[in-house]
């Protein structure tokens, strides 16, 4: 597994890499992390275009402390080898890949990288929207400790699409415990899908209030009204963070000493809730180092 700085990926925001107005406007928008697609959002004679400007505007630098992450297209597209060369050379923190259906995907998308000489940290991220991706998601995911994987995204309008289902959430439940399953079992992140009805931002907080409940990290995005949302939701909250702080100084009062469970606030509190706490306190902290 590649080693890699933890960062907040609580709104991660997709732009079409040919809207050069979206890529000036990602510099000054508050989104944990930026999705530069060349893929669903160009159309096949704006690829080559929209490359080199996802390029451009990363060897520009102007991000700051925002990840920066280029979906290329799939495998079985002619642009794949030219997207997998071009960005495998440039700064981004991640090659995100679409359609992705194996194991066998991954190790060779990862060797792709690796031929290019990319940096050692340059991620793979991959597209969990096949209904193939979903049967093999154990195998996926096990792979990440011998190559660059590591983050799922889902992509729920193309699940829908290849399942013949609706856009209907709670269709895809078995697909997102599968995948959430199988991604924390290897040690992986995991980012929600889009919400397609960017002017509903009542119905897009319920859907990230779900998706935190479910163990997303994040959501991704497809409109910059949604950013603040996501970051509020997915942060931990004042609640959270009293009760985390609480549970902290109880296990550390000398009375608790060597105990393995006790009473915080009322409820049975173990040393796993410890450790959910600690977990909840660090995120707390890079959420409020990455927004100085
Ligand atoms: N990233 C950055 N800026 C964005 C943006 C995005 N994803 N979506 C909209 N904006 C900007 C617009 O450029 C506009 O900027 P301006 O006020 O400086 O002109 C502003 O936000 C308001 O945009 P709005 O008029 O509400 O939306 P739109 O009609 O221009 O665009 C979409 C609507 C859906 C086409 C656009 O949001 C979009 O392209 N989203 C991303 C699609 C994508 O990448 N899909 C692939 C993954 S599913
Ligand atoms: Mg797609």
């Not at 990840?67 to 981004?92: H, I, L």
């Not at 060779?108 to 050692?120: F, L, M, P, Q």
């Amino acid at each position: 597994m590649i080693e890699t700085s933890f960062h907040p990926r609580r709104s991660c925001l997709y732009m079409p890499a040919s809207n050069a107005r979206a890529l000036e406007k990602a510099k000054t928008l508050p989104a944990d992390t930026i999705i530069l697609d060349l893929e669903d959002a160009v159309a096949p004679d704006a690829k080559d275009d929209a490359r080199d400007a996802a390029c451009n505007a990363l060897a520009d630098g102007a991000y700051g402390k925002r990840e920066m992450v280029v979906r290329v297209n799939a495998m079985d597209t002619p642009w794949f080898a030219d997207d997998m060369k071009s960005v495998s050379a440039s700064k981004a923190s991640a090659i995100l890949v679409p359609k992705v259906c194996s194991a066998a995907d991954i190790v060779k998308i990862s060797e792709i990288i690796d031929g290019e000489n990319a940096s050692d940290g340059l991620q793979l991220w991959a597209m969990i929207e096949m209904p193939m991706a979903v049967l093999n998601i154990a195998p996926i995911a096990e792979t990440a400790s011998s190559t660059r994987l590591t983050t799922f995204v889902m992509g729920f309008n193309d699940l829908a699409k290849e399942m013949r289902a609706e856009q209907d959430r709670t269709l895809f439940t078995p697909a997102i415990a599968q995948t959430i399953m199988a991604g924390r079992a290897f040690g992986l992140n995991i980012l929600d899908s889009v919400y397609n009805d960017f002017k509903d931002p009542d119905g897009f907080e319920q859907e990230c209030r779900q998706a935190k409940a479910y163990g997303f990290d994040g959501k991704t995005l497809i409109h910059p009204a949604q950013i603040d949302i996501a970051n509020r939701e997915f942060a931990p909250n004042e609640d959270k963070i009293i009760e985390a702080l609480a549970i902290i100084a109880a296990f550390k009062d000398p009375a608790n000493a060597g105990k393995g469970v006790i009473t915080v606030d009322g409820k049975m509190t173990e040393l796993l809730h410890l450790q959910q706490a600690e977990q909840t306190i660090a995120l707390a902290e890079v959420i409020a180092a990455a927004s100085q």
